[in-house]
């Protein structure tokens, strides 16, 4: 089990951007894939991106890739989300979960979640 905790979220304009870090603490932080899911009012949860245990893999949702960036400091049993050109539909709250799988967009297989972080963007 491992224990997340995501920060980093705010209220912003259009146009912006905002790091989410997500961290952890409990069992060996590197032995994760970490994924970041967000669900809006009245929205399913969905799948934003996640990164394998060593950090060279990643995957995207296609809503988010070219402006999404995820990234981990196993050093600092950390997790990032570098979000850039935000939109109003980015906004949700943002979970990040761990797995023990490789990097999958099947929330399922997440077993360990966070408390999420609140991401409002205006026009």
């Known amino acids: 089990q491992v224990q997340l905790v995501e920060s980093g979220g705010g209220a912003v304009q259009a146009g912006d951007s905002l790091r989410l870090s997500c961290a952890a603490s409990g069992r060996t932080f590197s032995s994760f894939t970490i994924g970041w899911f967000r669900q809006a009012p009245g929205k399913e949860r969905e799948f934003v991106a996640a990164?394998?245990?060593?950090?060279?893999?990643?995957i995207y949702a296609d809503s988010v890739k070219g402006r999404f960036t995820i990234s981990r400091d196993n050093t600092k049993g950390t997790v990032f989300l570098q979000m850039n050109s935000l939109t109003p539909e980015d906004t949700a709250i943002y979970y990040c979960?761990?797995?023990?799988?490789?990097?999958?967009?099947?929330?399922?297989?997440?077993?360990?979640w966070g408390q999420g972080t609140q991401v409002t963007v205006s026009s």
């Open positions: 990164i394998s245990r060593s950090g060279q893999g990643t």
């Open positions: 979960a761990a797995s023990l799988t490789g990097p999958t967009s099947v929330s399922a297989v997440y077993k360990d």
